[in-house]
């Protein structure tokens, strides 16, 4: 047999393992395509392995991102991929499910005057996750702002935002973006939200807004949303200046409700305009759903809704983004009718209890502190105090080469020389996980113990 017929026989008609094909010998460029078309099976097996290199998901306590759904709502979502969430003529049923879902959003916040049979009653849009959201909240209030300086014959020119240096990036984009000077309330060591004496110096009459946040981003606690609306009521009565409040509920609104449903927070406040949150964080849906929510029509100027008939209909559309698939939206719909208040009461309620068991094993540990014990949200961040002879940078990696993500970063502007830990209980998130994680602490204590010398008679976890 030939050199060249046997080259040809192995290659077309014997069945070869599955890493020793064309990929194995000749791999896809990275930065420019492909001159050949590839086998599905091998394109899938390429990209397949290369993710393989990606952390676990489940354990990334870093993120507040949904990372595990019922095979059930798996199932939904990947047979509608293909439908796009602006085609609403096309998709009516698709449609009807979004106007739903901000119904009941809308409900779970106290939106007054909602009909019990009419969607359209309820003011609000779906959106890619909370930064889409806080765009179209910030907008609408520089627009209303804007509205008000006109009829009474003022400038315009320099709109201004009240908020935490504790306020998710997005807020910094929207103020860039959208030409908004931010007035950032600064943090300090043992204070990191924001208070009504703050607000109350902050604003004035180009003051559009007063952002307050239901868990924060960097220790998940909860800011005075009543006290602070108590504020600029007083100062408003007094002839100070009438300023609004949007609501920042990314992380918790879907969790404050069941666990504190007392609480004032939401539009039984008359001052909250609007809040947006996360359906992809404790709404329990895979990346990215979100949503904003209005006090009423009135809040939403009718100049930021654009209306298209290209698509089949006539359909007012007023997000930013135009396309995108209706599958995070149908998830978030199974999540509500599979879940109820009940379900969602039950989960907060147990992810509440592992963050605290988390928390409670953590603070019995030596030089470590609790900034946060995952009561507000099921939120658990720490900080190193004493000398252990390692900081939480590096016990971050240390923890990363076992398997855990568990983010350390500083604390926002004055008080930037704290620096902590923090872990993000989710639903997947065991509580025989939470013992896992914390025994994983303590060995990466002992070992960074060890890598630094002449401290071994100090005993830093036990």
Same mark, same amino acid.
């Given at each position: ?205 180009? #003051?559009?807004?007063?952002? %307050? ?7 998940? +606690? &909860? /800011?005075?949303? =009543?006290?602070?609306? $108590? ?118 309620? #147990?992810?509440?209890?592992? %963050? ?7 603070? +019995? &540990? /030596?030089?470590? =502190?609790?900034?946060? $014990? ?89």
């Amino acid at each position: 047999m030939s050199k060249h017929h046997h080259h040809r026989h192995h290659g077309r008609d014997v069945l070869v393992p599955a890493y020793t094909g064309r990929m194995a010998i000749e791999p896809f460029p990275a930065l420019r395509l492909p001159e050949r078309a590839a086998n599905p099976e091998a394109a899938y097996r390429f990209i397949h392995d290369e993710l393989m290199l990606d952390g676990s998901s489940r354990l990334n306590l870093a993120t507040f991102v949904t990372t595990w759904m019922d095979p059930e709502a798996d199932k939904l979502m990947a047979e509608t991929f293909d439908k796009n969430m602006i085609d609403k003529d096309e998709y009516p049923a698709t449609a009807a499910i979004e106007s739903r879902c901000v119904s009941m959003v809308a409900d779970l916040f106290h939106a007054p005057d909602l009909s019990p049979t009419d969607p359209a009653s309820a003011t609000g849009v779906s959106t890619i996750g909370s930064s889409e959201a806080v765009m179209l909240g910030g907008l609408a209030l520089k627009w209303r702002w804007r509205a008000r300086r006109e009829e009474a014959g003022k400038d315009t020119a320099r709109p201004n935002l009240v908020l935490g240096s504790n306020v998710q990036v997005v807020w910094e984009k929207f103020c860039r973006y959208f030409d908004v000077e931010p007035k950032y309330l600064p943090m300090e060591r043992g204070r990191y939200v924001i208070t009504p004496e703050q607000v109350r110096d902050a604003v004035d009459e180009n #003051t559009i807004g007063v952002v %307050a946040i239901v868990g924060t981003t960097y220790t998940g +606690e &909860l /800011e005075p949303v =009543a006290e602070i609306a $108590d504020t600029l009521d007083e100062l408003a009565a007094s002839g100070g200046p009438d300023v609004p409040i949007h609501v920042d509920a990314a992380s918790g609104g879907f969790v404050v409700p069941f666990l504190y449903p007392d609480l004032l927070w939401d539009f039984r406040v008359p001052r909250v305009v609007s809040i947006n949150v996360s359906g992809h964080k404790y709404g329990l849906t895979y990346p990215g759903i979100g949503f904003v929510v209005w006090r009423g029509r009135e809040h939403l100027p009718e100049g930021l809704v654009f209306r298209v008939n290209y698509l089949g209909g006539d359909m007012p559309t007023f997000t930013l983004n135009f396309s995108r698939p209706g599958n995070q939206v149908v998830g978030q719909y199974y999540n509500f009718l599979r879940l109820g208040r009940a379900g969602y009461r039950a989960i907060m309620e #147990t992810l509440r209890d592992t %963050a605290v068991q988390v928390s409670e094993r953590i603070a +019995e &540990l /030596e030089h470590f =502190a609790l900034v946060t $014990d995952g009561c507000d949200i099921p939120v658990v961040t720490f900080e190193l105090v004493g000398d252990p002879g390692f900081t939480v940078f590096d016990l971050s990696h240390e923890l990363r080469a076992r398997g855990w993500q568990v983010p350390a970063y500083t604390m926002p502007a004055d008080a930037e020389d704290v620096a902590v830990l923090r872990i993000v209980v989710r639903e997947g998130f065991s509580a025989h996980l939470g013992t896992l994680v914390c025994d994983d602490i303590e060995a990466a204590c002992a070992d960074l113990r060890g890598k630094n010398g002449g401290h071994s008679e100090h005993h830093f976890c036990h």
